[in-house]
């Protein structure tokens, strides 16, 4: 059974800093492409950083030159340095994990989402 669980997220003032985690259970992680989305109150759900499985990163207009993410292949991790929180950060942060490309007709696809870790950006 596949899972994704976040951790890391709580309380911090602004200009603070978080780490998020990412843990996966399963063997597909090496291969996907891993996202941190996140969702504030009354938002939809909105991609925040992604990592492919050779390493390459994008990123939101919003977070640039504040939020890193990074993998770990050997521990089936993915995670997000969150530095300069500003309170527009406050939401639900969210793991994702999905096929990289290439995706053919013979590809199956999957689509997994871990539960969420709120992160709320207050003083």
Do not use: H
């Not at 399963?26 to 009354?42: E, H």
């Not at 999905?98 to 969420?116: E, F, M, S, V």
Request: glycine share 12%; aromatic share 10%.
């Amino acid at each position: 059974q596949v899972q994704l669980v976040e951790s890391g997220g709580g309380l911090v003032q602004p200009g603070g800093s978080l780490r998020l985690s990412c843990a996966a259970s399963g063997n597909f992680f090496s291969i996907s492409t891993m996202g941190w989305y996140r969702q504030a109150p009354g938002k939809q759900r909105e991609l925040v950083a992604g990592i492919t499985p050779g390493g390459s990163t994008n990123y939101a207009d919003s977070v640039k030159g504040r939020f890193t993410i990074s993998r770990d292949n050997a521990k089936n991790t993915v995670y997000l340095q969150m530095n300069s929180l500003k309170p527009e950060d406050t939401a639900v942060y969210y793991c994702n994990a999905r096929n990289a490309p290439p995706i053919t007709a013979a590809t199956t696809l999957y689509n997994y989402w871990g539960q969420g870790t709120q992160v709320t950006v207050s003083s």
